[in-house]
C-alpha cells in the first residue's frame, strides 16, 4: 500500500510569453520571403530554351516548338515515371538527360578523333586520347547560344549526334526489356521521336554548358560525367561542408536551450486535468469517419503490391511469371499509380483524422456532419477512382486533348488530370468547412482557442499549398514546373504534414489530460519554429541540380540540413511519452492508467520511424 500524500495547494496559472507567437511569425515571414525571392530568381536563371538551333553552317536543326513538344511528348506517355530528367523521375529507364548527355560525348570523341588523327577512339595512343577528351570537354561546355538572335549553334559533333541518337531512342522505345517495361513500341520513329530527342538534346545542353560568366553548369554540373566534363563544382563540395556546420551549430542551440528551460517538450503536469476524450460512443459523425480508414487501409495494400509489380519490372521487364504485362499495366502506369496511391491514402488518414478529433476538440455534434461526411467520402472515391483510371488511359493515348483535364499530365507525383486535381481542391476546402462547424464552439472559449486556431491553421494550409498545380501545363518551362511542383510536395511532406501532426498529437494529449494546454500550445509553437525554420527555405534541396543558381545551393543546403534537428528530438519525445504515460498519479498516490494506450505506442513509433525515415535516409538523400 502507497501512503496518501496530501493534496497540493493550488499552482499559479502558467502563461505563455507572446514571443512564442511573434517568433512564429518572424520564422514564417522569413522563410516565405526567401522562397519567393528564389522563385522569382528561377525566371532569370532558368536555361534558355533557343528559339532556334542550328548546325555551324547555319541550317535549322529543331526549334523551340520542337523542344516543347518533346516534352510534352514526354509527359503524355508517362514518361517520368521511367525515366528522370536531372535526377528527377523514376529509375526504371535512364536519366534522359544524363545518357543523351554521356552518348553525345562518346559521338563527340569518335568524331574530333577521325577529324584529327582519322582513327577511331579505340585505336589512339594514351596522349591523343588525352587530347581528345580535353577537345571534347572545351567543345561541350562551350556556350554557344545567342540571347539576340535567340539560336544556339551547335558544333558538328553535336548535330550528328543529334541525328544519330534518334535512332539509338527509337530502339530504346522499342521493347519492354530494353526500357524497364514500357508496352512494346512505345514511341516510332519520325516526327514523334525526333521532337522527344530534341528535348533530351536541349536539357542534355543545359546539363554541360557554362553559364554564360560562369565555371558552372545551368544545372550546376549535374549530372556526374568525366568524359563530358561534368564534376562537382567546388559550390557543392562547400556548401556541403557548411550545411553539416549547420547541423551541428544549430543541435546545439537547441540542446542549450533545451538545458535551460527545462519545461520545454511533452512535459505532464502535476495539476489534474479533466480529460475530453474518454473511452466510450463514438458520435454519428466520427462512425461516418471509420469508413476512410478501411479505404486508407486498402489504398495502401494496392500501393505496397503494385510498388511490387514496379520492382518486378525493374528485376524482369519484359516478363512477368511468364506473361509480358507490359502490353496492359506498364511500369510507368505502375509507377504513376505507386505514387498517386500513397498520396491519397496519407491525405484521406489525415482528412479522416482531423474529422475524428475535430467533434472532440468542438465538444459537440454539428447537425447532420455524418451526411456531409459521407459526400466527402463520395468525393473521395470518385477522385481516386477517376484519377487513377485516367492516368491509364492517358498513358496509353486513348483521350487524344482530354488527356491534360482527365488523364495523364505526366508530372511525377501531380501526374492527375487537371479535373482531378480540381476536384481535389475543392474536396479538401470543403473538408475544411466540415472541421470549422464542428470546433467553432472551441475558438469561444479562452483556453482551447489557441490550440483550434492551429489545427484550422495547419488543415487550410494542405488545399492552399495544391494551388501550385494550377500554375503550370505540360509546355510550361522545365525549372519553373519543377520550382512550383516543390511548393507543393515538399511543403506538404517537409512543413505542412509534420506541422499537422504535432497539432492533432496535442490535441490527443491535451484532451487526455496528460499535458495541459498550455504545455500542447508550446510544443507546437516550438515545432513550427523548428520545422518552418529549416523546411521553408529548405525546399531548395529539390532546386540544387535544376536550373537554380547556386545562392540557392548554398541557402537550403545550410537550412535543409537543420530540417533534421527537430527529428532528432523525437527521441527525446519519445522518453517524454514514457515519462507523461507513467507520472499520473491519483489522490491517494496510486498510478492513473493512462487512457488509450495503444495510443502512445503508435504516437512513439511513429516518431521513431520518422526519425529514420526522415531524419537518417532524407539526410543521407540531401
Ligand atoms: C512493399 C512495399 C513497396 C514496394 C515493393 C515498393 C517499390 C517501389 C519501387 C520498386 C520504386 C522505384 C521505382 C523506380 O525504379 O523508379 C518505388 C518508388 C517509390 N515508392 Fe515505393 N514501394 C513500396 C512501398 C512504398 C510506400 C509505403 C511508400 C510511401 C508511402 C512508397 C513511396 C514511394 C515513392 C515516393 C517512390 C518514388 C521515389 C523517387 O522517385 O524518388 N513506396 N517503390
Ligand atoms: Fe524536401
Not at 490550440?451 to 487550410?460: C, E, M, P, R, S
Amino acid at each position: 500500500m502507497s501512503t496518501p500524500t496530501p493534496p497540493k495547494p493550488s499552482l499559479p496559472a502558467e502563461r505563455l510569453s507572446p514571443w512564442w507567437r511573434r517568433s512564429v511569425y518572424a520564422t514564417v515571414v522569413i522563410g516565405f520571403t526567401v522562397l519567393i525571392l528564389l522563385t522569382v530568381k528561377v525566371h532569370y536563371d532558368a536555361p534558355p530554351i533557343p528559339g532556334r538551333v542550328v548546325d555551324a553552317r547555319g541550317e535549322l536543326l529543331f526549334s523551340k516548338q520542337n523542344i516543347l513538344h518533346g516534352q510534352q511528348l514526354f509527359l503524355e506517355h508517362g514518361l517520368m515515371n521511367n525515366g528522370s530528367i536531372w535526377g528527377h523521375g523514376g529509375y526504371l529507364g535512364p536519366d534522359y538527360s544524363a545518357q543523351y548527355l554521356h552518348t553525345l560525348a562518346v559521338h563527340a570523341a569518335e568524331t574530333l578523333s577521325r577529324q584529327h588523327f582519322n582513327q577511331p577512339v579505340a585505336a589512339l595512343t594514351v596522349a591523343q586520347r588525352a587530347m581528345i577528351e580535353a577537345l571534347v570537354r572545351s567543345e561541350l561546355k562551350e556556350n554557344r547560344f545567342d540571347p539576340h538572335s535567340d539560336t544556339l549553334t551547335v558544333t558538328d559533333a553535336e548535330a550528328e549526334s543529334y541525328l544519330q541518337q534518334q535512332d539509338m531512342w527509337s530502339d530504346f522505345f522499342s521493347a519492354p526489356e530494353k526500357n524497364g517495361g514500357l508496352p512494346a513500341q512505345f514511341l516510332t520513329k519520325g516526327e514523334n521521336l525526333s521532337d522527344l530527342t530534341a528535348f533530351f538534346a536541349w536539357t542534355a545542353w543545359a546539363a554541360v554548358t557554362r553559364r554564360p560568366g560562369e565555371q558552372t553548369t545551368y544545372t550546376n554540373n549535374f549530372p556526374y560525367d568525366p568524359l563530358a566534363g561534368n564534376e562537382p563544382s567546388g559550390a557543392a563540395v562547400l556548401w556541403s561542408a557548411v550545411s553539416l556546420i549547420a547541423l551541428l551549430g544549430g543541435t546545439a542551440l537547441v540542446l542549450l536551450a533545451f538545458g535551460k528551460f527545462d519545461y520545454l517538450g511533452w512535459k505532464s503536469t502535476e495539476r489534474h486535468i479533466a480529460p475530453m476524450l474518454i473511452p466510450g460512443q463514438p458520435t454519428p459523425a466520427q462512425r461516418a469517419v471509420i469508413k476512410f480508414f478501411v479505404i486508407v487501409a486498402l489504398l495502401f495494400l494496392v500501393q505496397a503490391l503494385i510498388g511490387g509489380v514496379t520492382a518486378h519490372y525493374r528485376a524482369e521487364p519484359g516478363d512477368f511469371y511468364g506473361f509480358d504485362l507490359s502490353g496492359f499495366f506498364p511500369s510507368n502506369v505502375m509507377r504513376t499509380w505507386h505514387l498517386q496511391l500513397a498520396i491519397f491514402w496519407i491525405a484521406s488518414a489525415y482528412v479522416a483524422g482531423a474529422l475524428l478529433l475535430a467533434s472532440e476538440l468542438g465538444g459537440r455534434q454539428s447537425n447532420n456532419q455524418a451526411a456531409f461526411i459521407h459526400v466527402l467520402f463520395a468525393a473521395l472515391v470518385i477522385v481516386v477512382a477517376g484519377s487513377l483510371l485516367g492516368e491509364w488511359a492517358g498513358t496509353f493515348q486513348l483521350m487524344g486533348d482530354l488527356s491534360f483535364w482527365f488523364g495523364q499530365q505526366g508530372w511525377e507525383f501531380l501526374e492527375l488530370g487537371r479535373a482531378w486535381q480540381l476536384g481535389l481542391a475543392v474536396a479538401l476546402v470543403y473538408w475544411f468547412l466540415l472541421l470549422v462547424r464542428d470546433v467553432k464552439p472551441a475558438l469561444r472559449s479562452p483556453d482551447l482557442k489557441e490550440l483550434t486556431v492551429f489545427f484550422l491553421v495547419a488543415a487550410l494550409a494542405v488545399p492552399v499549398f495544391y494551388l501550385p498545380a494550377m500554375f503550370f501545363d505540360s509546355t510550361t518551362h522545365w525549372s519553373i514546373v519543377d520550382t512550383w511542383r516543390f511548393w507543393i510536395i515538399h511543403l506538404w511532406v517537409e512543413g505542412f504534414f509534420e506541422f499537422f501532426v504535432t497539432v492533432l498529437v496535442a490535441v490527443i494529449l491535451s484532451g487526455l489530460g496528460v499535458v495541459s494546454r498550455i504545455t500542447a500550445t508550446r510544443v507546437i509553437y516550438l515545432d513550427a519554429i523548428m520545422y518552418f525554420g529549416g523546411g521553408l527555405i529548405g525546399t531548395g534541396h529539390h532546386w540544387y541540380f535544376n536550373g537554380h543558381s547556386e545562392l540557392n545551393m548554398a541557402l537550403s543546403a545550410i537550412f535543409s540540413a537543420m530540417e533534421v534537428i527537430p527529428l532528432t528530438l523525437l527521441t527525446l519525445d519519445a522518453w517524454d511519452f514514457v515519462k507523461v504515460t507513467r507520472t499520473q498519479r491519483d489522490l491517494s498516490g496510486e498510478r492513473i492508467p493512462v487512457p488509450h494506450e495503444w495510443t502512445f505506442y503508435f504516437i512513439m513509433a511513429v516518431g521513431t520511424w520518422n526519425f529514420f525515415g526522415a531524419g537518417v535516409f532524407g539526410f543521407l538523400i540531401n
